[in-house]
């Protein structure tokens, strides 16, 4: 069984940073692409960013383009998300998912997903 575990998440004034992480367990992490996405209560969820296996290539939502960067560490068969020039708007529980093929930004197309990380910043 794929078990993605989402940590780093936390309280931080608007500007600041913090990096969150996802350890994947179980599956074949190499083969899948990764996505992070976030919600809020009343909201569908919603793509933030996604990178393609081996780290070909990375994309973001509009939003947060500039400010945040996807990676992936195969050794350890983890995945972040650093996110710097944090706002209030970027307030909201951070899921990380795996998908077999290529990345996507459709939430949707993701088969295994982990407990999500909340992420609160404060003006």
């Known amino acids: 069984q794929v078990q993605p575990v989402e940590s780093g998440g936390g309280l931080v004034q608007a500007g600041g940073s913090l990096r969150l992480s996802c350890a994947v367990s179980g599956g074949t992490f190499t083969s899948s692409a990764m996505g992070w996405f976030r919600q809020t209560p009343g909201k569908e969820r919603e793509f933030v960013a996604t990178?393609?296996?081996?780290?070909?290539?990375?994309r973001y939502a509009d939003s947060v383009k500039g400010r945040f960067t996807i990676s992936r560490d195969d050794a350890k068969n983890t995945v972040y998300l650093q996110m710097s020039g944090l706002k209030p708007e970027d307030t909201a529980i951070y899921y990380c998912?795996?998908?077999?093929?290529?990345?996507?930004?459709?939430?949707?197309?993701?088969?295994?997903w982990g407990q999500g990380t909340q992420v609160t910043v404060s003006s």
């Open positions: 990178i393609s296996r081996f780290g070909m290539s990375a």
């Open positions: 998912a795996t998908k077999s093929g290529s990345s996507s930004s459709t939430y949707k197309e993701y088969q295994y």
